[in-house]
């Protein structure tokens, strides 16, 4: 099992910045990737940026492309994205997740097996 637990999230105006941390803990050392993502209200789950834990591989979805950069500590087994220029748009809660294996596309939710809680991230206008 891996206990995923989030912080970082909280208000902010637009073009602000935000840098949420995940912190991993359990069975770790199977982690094959790391990743983020996010639900706004009415919405359906998003992808939004996912590392490799070996190698460091980075893979971002469109709509954040130029503004996100996750990056990952190994030796805490944390991951962090730092949000910068933030919209009224990236208002979501966001979850970050581990997947064990290559079982499928780092942007597939599919291909992950533990979720954090998440974190509310509120962009005002």
């Known amino acids: 099992q891996v206990q995923l637990v989030e912080s970082g999230g909280g208000l902010v105006q637009a073009g602000g910045s935000l840098r949420l941390s995940c912190a991993a803990s359990g069975r770790t050392f199977s982690t094959y990737a790391m990743g983020w993502f996010r639900q706004a209200l009415g919405k359906e789950r998003e992808f939004v940026s996912a590392?490799?834990?070996?190698?460091?591989?980075?893979y971002y979805a469109d709509s954040v492309k130029g503004r996100f950069t996750i990056s990952r500590e190994n030796a805490k087994n944390t991951m962090y994205l730092q949000m910068n220029s933030l919209k009224p748009e990236d208002t979501a809660v966001y979850v970050c997740?581990?997947?064990?294996?290559?079982?499928?596309?780092?942007?597939?939710?599919?291909?992950?097996?533990?979720w954090g809680q998440g974190t509310q991230v509120t962009v005002s206008s």
């Open positions: 590392i490799r834990w070996s190698g460091g591989r980075t």
């Open positions: 997740a581990v997947m064990s294996t290559a079982a499928a596309s780092t942007t597939s939710a599919f291909g992950y097996d533990y």
